[in-house]
């Protein structure tokens, strides 16, 4: 299926977007999309035989649980929705915890990823096959950046790639900018990820942009797309001619030129770019032997459980690294995921930052050090304001009354009284811990 170049729908550029030359497509978040009551904008390109594909950032599939029926059914409501041909999701994982572990359940609010090894191979094409089955178009996955990396791995990325379409069957969005990310945060090299795995499974390709902070590639898509993420793109050209190549910007919105150029630009790339010869094949049968993949002990999931909440706990409730990490890295990340879930909170609930001002962001950390996110942003939200209230924050009477009364109006239709929000913080900081 021919896609053509694309940009990634987002309401902040939707009239820019509808505006914009050569968009043959568009992707849209799927979480961020009520089936009925579609986007005006949205709407109108639809109308005019623009495709639109929903793009799940929830689902975590890598993780140790299976799927989430509830999500399942959600982006199936959104693919019929939006006649989508297909559906994408990513590798990673997002929440760990509960019942596999007799943990409490923690949520990263964030993609981080999937050990490469064969316990969470198995795990990984297992739920991909539950949602493979729940969905009514087919399903691609899309591999992601990342800070970290995990020790003791037994595939490459690519073998990985390979050895997950081989099992299930599945697409692949292949995200450049995320092997350029993974190159300089943790040395794997693009070509060889490309020669690996199988690009005859390519349903399409992400473009972005980043920053580098002191050796550190932060895959933020609020910057401009940089030459080692074309020459990617290139080499993966020179390779197969993917169907679709899109656009990603979520943050810093530049004027519609500006998009315009990034777009003729990535176009050109591919049109320019000429494919070589069949790469050649990598013997995965004989990889799989050696390594005993076809292990079909029940085991699995609870081995993947228990390492991947170790990490999570250690990113967002304080918990010693696990052995093999890089602590300096896993400092990084907390950090990252802190600032994530204090920009996020301040668009999910913008009279927050209004209400406390300059205060928000510095406060908003210092909450999220020591209480992770339990069930969501909106939800992280009212816990912070919550905490606040209970210490008798903010200093300022007028805007603790103003707090209050946000607080009061969102979090149930009969509010606790002072007493029992006192008792409710102090009982989510002993999980905490």
Not at 172 to 197: C, F, M, R, Y
Not at 218 to 229: I, N
Request: glycine residues 8%; negative net charge; charged residues 25%.
């Amino acid at each position: 299926m021919e896609l053509g170049i694309g940009i990634g729908w987002r309401p902040e550029i939707a009239e820019a977007v509808e505006e914009l030359p050569g968009v043959d497509w568009v992707e849209v978040v799927a979480e961020n999309i009520c089936p009925g009551h579609l986007p005006a904008a949205l709407t109108r390109l639809r109308s005019r035989g623009t495709r639109v594909i929903p793009h799940g950032v929830s689902l975590g599939l890598g993780g140790a649980d299976r799927p989430s029926q509830q999500r399942l059914a959600d982006l199936a409501e959104r693919a019929v929705a939006l006649d989508a041909p297909l559906v994408t999701e990513h590798i990673a994982f997002v929440r760990a915890g509960g019942v596999l572990t007799a943990s409490p359940r923690l949520e990263a609010g964030h993609l981080l990823p999937v050990p490469r090894t064969w316990d969470a191979l198995k795990v990984l094409c297992e739920n991909v096959r539950i949602a493979q089955d729940s969905l009514p178009v087919p399903l691609a996955l899309e591999n992601i950046a990342a800070l970290i990396s995990w020790p003791h791995e037994e595939l490459t990325q690519g073998q990985f790639l390979a050895e997950l379409v081989e099992r299930t069957g599945v697409g692949l969005l292949i995200d450049v900018a995320n092997l350029h990310t993974n190159h300089v945060n943790n040395g794997e090299d693009p070509s060889k990820a490309l020669d690996e795995l199988p690009v005859e499974a390519i349903a399409y390709v992400h473009v972005a942009g980043g920053v580098e902070r002191d050796g550190v590639w932060h895959d933020t898509h609020a910057h401009p797309v940089t030459e080692p993420v074309l020459d990617v793109l290139r080499e993966l050209r020179s390779r197969v001619s993917p169907p679709g190549v899109l656009l990603e910007r979520d943050d810093d919105f530049p004027p519609a030129a500006e998009l315009a150029t990034e777009l003729r630009t990535i176009r050109e790339t591919v049109t320019t770019g000429a494919r070589g010869p069949a790469p050649t094949a990598v013997p995965r049968g004989e990889t799989r032997a050696a390594e005993g993949t076809e292990d079909t002990s029940p085991g699995a999931r609870e081995r993947v459980a228990l390492a991947q909440t170790a990490l999570l706990s250690a990113l967002v409730a304080g918990t010693p690294a696990p052995e093999g990490f890089n602590p300096g890295r896993l400092r990084v990340q907390s950090r990252a995921l802190a600032a994530k879930r204090a920009d996020i909170v301040a668009k999910v609930a913008p009279e927050l930052p209004e209400i406390l001002g300059t205060g928000y962001r510095n406060a908003f950390l210092g909450y999220a050090k020591a209480r992770p996110m339990r069930a969501g942003y909106r939800q992280d939200a009212l816990d912070f304001a919550e905490q606040l209230l209970v210490a008798g924050r903010p200093e300022d009477d007028s805007a603790r009354r103003a707090l209050t009364r946000w607080w009061e109006e969102r979090a149930a239709p009969h509010p606790p009284r002072r007493s029992a929000r006192i008792v409710r913080a102090a009982r989510a900081a002993l999980v905490g811990r």
